[in-house]
């Protein structure tokens, strides 16, 4: 993506009933606990280690819609949220809406769309995986496991380091392989 193409604003709406890529059960199996004082706690921390591995990565782990606000200048932007499942509309800015004739997208998943290259374009579409790779599961367990083992202290202790390696592997913002 050249500097002339860059994002305005965007929405990232979850669609239908969330349900998370890890249970509750999973996770405590996981975390080695056998009573049920910590499962609300336990959610909490399933649902916040899933939506840092989405920050970390780029990726929608879940079902939504997203509705983004680019400029194209220089043809070539990558919608920044992936794995896109539809393409539903882009917008001008006069509001006009373009059917498919009026632009071109290339890629499957994480799809660059190389025309018009106008200023102030609105793409919506919804992204999101079907089946969640495995690795990406461990990287919410991890960060689950680390939480749960962390919780109470005063400092931010952030994303552990074995989730952000797995987030890394599978990043489409910043690639540290």
Known sequence: MAY????LDFTLTPRGTIVEPVTLAVAKLYCR????????QIELMIKQAREAVESATGLSLIPKGAIVWFTN???KFELPFGPMVSFTSLVTEAGTTLDATGYT???????KLQRPTYA???ATYSVGYT?????LKIAILDQVSYDYENRGLDANTGICEKTWKACQ??????PIL
Do not use: H, M
């Not at 089946?131 to 690795?135: G, L, S, W």
């Open 4 to 7: 002339s193409n860059y994002i």
């Open 33 to 40: 606990v056998t009573t049920t004082a910590d499962d609300a």
């Open 73 to 75: 200048f220089d043809g």
């Open 105 to 111: 997208l290339f890629g499957g998943q994480f799809p």
């Open 120 to 122: 102030n374009l609105k």
């Open 131 to 135: 089946t969640v790779p495995a690795d």
């Open 169 to 174: 592997r599978n990043t489409r913002i910043s």
